[in-house]
């Protein structure tokens, strides 16, 4: 009998959550699960990355995505007055008490929002996993029949804005997945009392990216020669630090260092960053490109991967950056030291302008050390097959104990 088992996750966008999720769908084994994926919003560019195997179920919000006013509209035109009022109430409390914390007015948002969430899929799961901490999370304890529930939380916690109501939630799931060490120590350091906290390694699909990285040159990458090329992954968001790579890129421009920075990624301060590079005169030496489905082939072409983070969780594209046996430049964050090992396989450099561009002139400048690094990581491919084994660990009936200690 297969085991029926429901994901659960906002989007499938270019985050490393969702790729994350894309890589371990595709490595499961169809014969023994039975697999439901539930979206709030059916959209973004890892869906077309799924298997055909499981089963999207509706979105779970008609209106995901959209503005307030927007919103505010829908809900009017179907007389779901009293859930308006209830919602406006509950976020105007939110953003009086908690102001600038988006987390924990997201929470009170899905609190909101839970009095118009029709239990649309009353089906009976031997598993129900929240992939995403926050409201993939909530659902999942307040809305799902499943034997045993899991949840992810893919970020170190303790970097993150606080949301202490969670520790309820947290508490009431079998196990609690992240996928570090550094991870699990902050999420036990923040919760002491959570005994259910478990390390599950994000999967990848290095077959996959090999193949991929193939698929053309980038037309970015033209006439760019004796010019070395470095290549930013993220979201244009405060966590990914941009803002600092605007300015390092500044200071190698200053110093004469002949390079092409490029960043993959959309965000929030996509237009922001563009419009910050031009206004510091560096337009022309650092990219924003935004979203690429296939980003590979700017990774293989690379000369340099730059991950300029305030913190991570795992980096799925440190990783990425890793199987493609790319020097990789990095930020002294909290969890860096579960990915990486300083000169071994990675320059780390503090989280700073100045860090960042420092270690930048450095890989420029010495074509051994970028050699040397390759040679390291080329030597050194982690073990898929044992990450594998560790994400379906999770879900063997009677892997997890009741407090969700393998």
């Known amino acids: 009998m297969k085991h029926k088992i429901l994901f659960?996750?906002?989007?499938?966008?270019?985050?490393?959550a969702e790729k994350a999720l894309s890589n371990l769908l595709n490595s499961m084994d169809y014969d023994k699960y039975e697999i439901d994926l539930q979206l709030f919003s059916n959209s973004g560019i890892n869906l077309q990355h799924l298997p055909q195997n499981i089963s999207i179920l509706p979105p779970l919000f008609e209106m995901s995505g959209k503005n307030d006013i927007e919103q505010a509209l829908?809900?009017?035109?179907?007389?779901?007055?009293?859930?308006l009022a209830r919602k406006t109430l509950f976020l105007a409390f939110a953003r009086i008490r908690y102001r600038k914390n988006a987390r924990v007015i997201a929470y009170f948002n899905w609190k909101a929002s839970r009095a118009i969430v029709k239990e649309k899929n009353d089906k009976q799961y031997d598993i129900a996993v929240a992939y995403m901490h926050g409201a993939p999370t909530y659902y999942v304890r307040d809305c799902v029949l499943a034997g045993r529930k899991i949840c992810w939380v893919h970020n170190d916690y303790a970097a993150m804005q606080k949301v202490p109501q969670e520790?309820?939630?947290?508490?009431?799931?079998?196990a609690v997945a992240t996928i570090s060490e550094t991870c699990v120590r902050s999420l036990q350091q923040y919760f002491p009392k959570l005994n259910n906290v478990m390390l599950v390694r994000n999967m990848n699909c290095p077959e996959k990216i090999r193949e991929l990285s193939q698929a053309f040159y980038p037309d970015e990458f033209e006439d760019c020669d004796d010019?070395?090329?470095?290549?930013?992954?993220?979201?244009?968001?405060h966590q990914k630090g941009f803002d600092m790579a605007i300015?390092?890129?500044a200071k190698l421009k200053t110093k004469g260092v002949p390079f092409k920075w490029f960043v993959i990624g959309d965000g929030e301060f996509l237009e922001k960053y563009r419009n910050d590079a031009e206004l510091c005169g560096v337009s022309d030496v650092i990219r924003f490109l935004g979203l690429r489905t296939n980003p590979y082939p700017y990774m293989l072409h690379a000369n340099i991967y730059a991950q300029t983070s305030r913190f991570e969780g795992k980096s799925i594209a440190i990783d990425e950056a890793k199987i493609l046996c790319k020097p990789i430049l990095c930020t002294a964050f909290r969890s860096v030291e579960d990915q990486l090992n300083n000169w071994e396989n990675a320059l780390i450099v503090p989280i700073s302008t100045e860090g960042i561009s420092d270690g930048l002139t450095t890989l420029c400048e010495y074509a051994s050390l970028r050699e040397r690094l390759t040679r390291y990581l080329e030597a050194h491919q982690e073990d898929q097959i044992e990450i594998l084994?560790?994400?379906l660990n999770v879900f063997t009936p009677n892997s997890v104990d009741d407090r969700g200690t393998i």
């Open 8 to 16: 659960v996750i906002e989007r499938l966008g270019a985050g490393g």
């Open 74 to 83: 829908f809900y009017l035109k179907k007389g779901e007055l009293l859930f």
């Open 167 to 174: 520790r309820e939630y947290f508490e009431d799931f079998d």
């Open 227 to 237: 010019t070395i090329l470095i290549l930013s992954i993220g979201r244009c968001t």
């Open 247 to 249: 300015e390092s890129a």
């Open 389 to 391: 084994q560790e994400n």
